[in-house]
């Protein structure tokens, strides 16, 4: 069963940083990775899907990198900006073998401070 | 992007009642719809997914009895929670997708309360 670690679980920094965020997970066995953010009470937004096939995947500042053999992803946000305060969660698929439901971690919780 | 929504937002209901959740895929048909839970400070947790026209797939520890899952037509998956108790508070959140490679598009969820 697939099993998802973010660090740090949260983080608060000053605005116009440049910011890393971890995910680690068990199964490497994954055709792609999301990461998504969560707004408090409400539902999820998805940020980048990176295939298996790529490294990298980017999105205006934000970029998304997948090691799968070493079970890491990674989220960059570059300028960070206080509408950027949110919970950040990676999510690889489920079991990890080809099942389609997706296995979240507790994310990371980050506070951009203006 | 594609837009999910789910009705209703927000449900209190007394305990023993049943409760049904709508999610809706408004701009695109979702091949594949799945139900999440998320209770105050965990992980969404993956309660079961559905096909349009077969039955459910649920998560080990999910009753299917209990959480009812119709996915009638290609927009449309509904949840119902049958004789709700307490403990079934909690904040549901549909997800949709079109093809295995692509991203899944969530609702904005629906919190719970059993009194």
């Known amino acids: 069963k697939q099993e998802v670690t973010q660090i740090p679980a949260a983080l608060s920094v000053p605005e116009g940083e440049n910011l890393v965020l971890n995910c680690s997970f068990t199964?490497?066995?994954?055709?792609?990775l999301q990461w998504f953010r969560q707004d408090p009470g409400k539902g999820l937004t998805s940020l980048l899907l990176?295939?298996?096939?790529?490294r990298e995947q980017t999105s205006g500042r934000l970029n998304a990198s997948l090691d799968k053999s070493s079970g890491r992803s990674t989220l960059y946000i570059a300028a960070s900006q206080p509408g950027d305060s949110a919970t950040y969660l990676c999510?690889?698929?489920?079991?990890?073998?080809?099942?389609?439901?997706?296995?979240f971690g507790k994310g990371t919780h980050l506070i951009i401070q203006p | 992007g594609a837009v999910v929504s789910q009705h209703p937002s927000r449900v209190i209901c007394k305990s023993g009642t049943s409760v049904k959740i709508e999610c809706r895929s408004l701009?695109?048909?979702?091949?594949?719809m799945f139900w999440y839970r998320q209770f105050p400070k965990q992980s969404l947790m993956l309660m079961a997914t559905?096909?349009?026209?077969?039955?459910?797939?649920?998560e080990q520890g999910v009753e299917k009895d209990k959480f009812l899952i119709n996915h009638a037509s290609l927009t449309l998956s509904t949840l119902t929670v049958t004789s709700a108790h307490p403990e079934d508070s909690s904040f549901y959140i549909c997800?949709?997708?079109?093809?295995?490679?692509?991203?899944?598009?969530f609702g904005p969820g629906t919190r719970l309360l059993v009194l």
């Open positions: 999510a690889p698929p489920y079991s990890g073998g080809g099942a389609d439901g997706l296995t």
């Open positions: 199964d490497s066995a994954i055709y792609n």
């Open positions: 990176i295939q298996s096939s790529q």
């Open positions: 701009d695109f048909q979702a091949t594949t």
């Open positions: 559905s096909n349009e026209g077969s039955k459910a797939t649920y």
């Open positions: 997800s949709c997708k079109r093809t295995s490679l692509e991203t899944q598009y």
